[in-house]
């Protein structure tokens, strides 16, 4: 390190010592800088990251946070500014040690950063505890609840964290309350059990394929793919003409595998792995499911709910099982006539064209693909072309551009990331200032990288200690195939959705303009009310405004044609009941077993298998275990919460008619962006959704847009 940069650090470690209380006895100067974890930078230091800071951190973050509880406790004044301060002053710590142990976790998985994060989990988890229990932090709250002096956004950060020491037990005592900490603590290691397994489980599974006779059917560049992925989890040599090649559960190999093969046995195999996955040792989540169920609902008990879905929801717009149960009954009626008739039209097509075996689960995705080609005269593969990720991302951009009038340009440089493929953009605003980043992370990496997609705050928006502005910063991680050789990779439609999905998620977090940090963004915003504006985005799309500058063939660059995009339109219908009541039954099932469900009497299996038959029409397979790797509610936040997905997509379907009655042109995309901007995203968490809702639409919502966008409405 040359000498005027050590002087640099110096002086940024000492501001950091002095402003922020980093150090405070804890370490010298020398530790902070050997331990990444620890330096207070607002962009983590993610190469340089490994599970041995983790304990050291936890260590200083656990001391640092006795620190300021003492602190608060010896205080006398009641005053939002010092109470907060204080508060703000932890929740900064824990952002800055935990989220990137959580995030390397889910995108850079081994086997010795995962007992460490395990073990850091049940203390954060405890640390919440700890200051949402404290009894003088809880009087003073109290307090303020009453001070009407605050401003709105005050009040309200005062009611989340006062929901927020009632959910955590702060009216209990003594073994009660140790009770319900115990509580916490299993659970905690249990979910990153559920996790592991799951993880594990779905890497275990490799379908080899090195002979012509098991390809047929599989088009060229997803062989491409799949060699491509045998020679990088197996290491041995592999081309997309003579294989090997490699199948596995991730979306990326598994949902074309079950398009297109035409080895009906193979597929038998591959779908049957990918329903039990974690339901055999050693990798068995049967055991973990019954004890989770019987845990929440003991925690809940002790706080004075019937059962765990009351207490999730007494803070959730849905507000009670009553409400939720009547949005997936008003559902259910629309879609589940249209789905015994799908079934019928599939299976007849089916046997008409030369399946003369009985229809099973495996042939489903198989026939589905070959009638929407011929119905709808749309081949997937052939559609993916016309969707190379930097087209679409680059006409996302665009989009983005028009409706909030802002600029994304990447600037990864000097920027530490965890993968080689992972790009940093930063966001200015129309005059030019730079309001926030974020991170993306593209690409499938089964060997250790969790699937799915998602976005994570990195930093939220708030003002330091110091009194300086910290701008937001965000991750968005998909699973998109890999480019092969020198093509760029290319999506098929759900990966397109799944774009505009998550850049939903990553403008509410973006574009606040809350200062506070447990309220901007995403942050303190109602779960059912989480995915409203990653649900709208999706609806732009498929405009004639829009598709133009997200498509562009591979190979010409042409965009998408026009008859193409009609029957693109016309997919989007397709079989869209089943897709609906698919959706319903995890909502039920996720509902009902946190309901009147008894985990020590009832059988998970048993209630999973008579929801299945009420929402699809029929029962599952015999080894259906679907609950084993639902991640969703036993190892994320989405317990209790599933129903969220069609709950957000009623309230979004209903304000997207907003940019409908302005227009999509370049002046209604401003004026309805301008109004979606300062009035959804500006708010962040600081306000109830139904609050913000009211103030875009002027009115409550209601479910006949989305009915109608599925072309479920009756004449």
């Known amino acids: 390190m040359r000498r005027w940069e050590t002087l640099v650090w110096v002086f940024v470690v000492t501001l950091l010592t002095a402003q922020l209380g980093w150090a405070q006895g804890m370490r010298p100067v020398q530790y902070l800088a050997r331990n990444p974890l620890l330096r207070g930078a607002v962009l983590p230091r993610y190469d340089e990251i490994s599970h041995e800071h983790v304990a050291a951190a936890m260590e200083h973050l656990r001391n640092f946070a006795d620190k300021k509880i003492a602190a608060i406790e010896q205080d006398d004044s009641t005053d939002f500014a010092s109470l907060f301060d204080a508060l703000g002053g932890i929740n900064l710590y824990l952002s800055k040690i935990w989220r990137p142990i959580e995030h390397l976790h889910m995108v850079r998985s081994d086997d010795d950063l ?34 009407q002096s605050l401003s709105a956004v005050q009040r309200h950060m005062v009611k989340l964290r006062l929901d927020t020491a009632r959910d955590l037990g702060v009216a209990l005592a003594g073994e009660a309350q140790a009770r319900f900490n115990a509580i916490s603590e299993e659970l905690a290691a249990l979910a990153a059990r559920f996790a592991n397994n799951s993880l594990d489980a779905t890497k275990s599974f490799q379908l080899i394929l090195r002979d012509e006779s098991e390809i047929v059917g599989l088009p060229a560049s997803f062989l491409a793919r799949a060699a491509q992925n045998y020679a990088q989890v197996i290491g041995d040599a592999a081309s997309a003409e003579a294989g090997p090649w490699l199948i596995t559960l991730d979306l990326p190999s598994y949902k074309p595998f079950m398009e297109y093969s035409e080895r009906r046995d193979l597929r038998e195999q591959v779908y049957r792995a990918a329903v039990s996955i974690a339901a055999a040792e050693p990798f068995d989540n049967t055991p973990i499911i019954t004890r989770v169920l019987q845990l929440r609902n003991e925690q809940a008990r002790l706080l004075g709910f019937p059962h765990h879905a009351a207490r999730v929801l007494s803070t959730k717009m849905a507000g009670n099982v009553a409400r939720v149960e009547q949005l997936l009954d008003e559902l259910h009626a629309a879609g589940y006539p249209r789905l015994i008739e799908e079934r019928r039209q599939l299976r007849a097509y089916a046997a008409a064209h030369g399946n003369h075996k009985q229809f099973a689960e495996w042939d489903v995705s198989y026939w589905e693909r070959r009638m929407m080609e011929e119905q709808i005269d749309l081949d997937p593969e052939s559609l993916r072309q016309y969707f190379p990720l930097p087209r679409v991302f680059d006409g996302l951009r665009g989009l983005l551009g028009k409706l909030f009038g802002i600029s994304i340009e990447e600037n990864t440089a ?68 890999p480019p092969t050789g020198d093509k760029p990779a290319v999506l098929d439609m759900l990966e397109v959705r799944t774009l505009f999905h998550e850049f939903g998620h990553v403008m509410h977090e973006l574009l606040t303009t809350v200062d506070y940090g447990e309220v901007a963004g995403t942050v303190g915003v109602e779960w059912d009310a989480i995915e409203i504006p990653s649900n709208l985005f999706e609806n732009f799309i498929y405009l004639d405004e829009v598709m133009p500058t997200i498509s562009g063939h ?4 042409d965009p998408l044609p026009a008859e193409m995009l009609t029957r693109l339109r016309q997919l989007k219908r397709f079989r869209v009941a089943s897709q609906l009541q698919r959706q319903i039954f995890y909502g039920r099932i996720d509902l009902q077993l946190h309901t009147d469900f008894d985990p020590n009497t009832q059988s998970p299996l048993a209630l999973m298998r008579k929801l299945h038959t009420e929402a699809l029409a029929q029962p599952p397979l015999d080894d259906y275990r679907f609950l084993n790797s639902f991640r969703h509610i036993f190892a994320g936040s989405y317990h209790v919460n599933y129903y969220s997905y069609e709950w957000s997509k009623v309230l979004s379907a209903d304000a997207f008619e907003l940019f409908k009655e302005n227009g999509f042109d370049a002046e209604g995309l401003r004026l309805s962006g301008s109004k979606y901007r300062d009035i959804v995203l500006a708010a962040g968490g600081s306000r109830p959704a139904a609050d913000i809702f009211i103030e875009l639409r002027g009115r409550l919502p209601s479910t006949q847009p989305l009915i109608e966008s599925y072309g479920l409405l009756e004449e």
């Open 554 to 557: 591979v190979e010409s660059g």
């Open 114 to 147: 995962r007992p460490v994060h395990e073990q850091a989990n049940q203390q954060i988890e405890t640390l919440r505890s700890q200051v949402a229990q404290n009894p003088v932090i809880h009087r003073k709250l109290l307090a303020l609840e009453k001070d």
């Open 414 to 481: 000097g920027v530490q990331v965890w993968h080689p493929d992972v790009k940093f953009y930063q966001v200015r605003d129309a005059d030019g200032t730079h309001i926030a980043s974020f991170y993306f992370d593209p690409y499938s990496r089964p060997q250790n990288k969790s699937g799915g997609a998602w976005m994570d705050n990195c930093n939220s928006r708030h003002v330091n200690p110091a009194g300086g502005l910290e701008i937001p910063v965000c991750h968005v991680v998909t699973n998109f195939s």
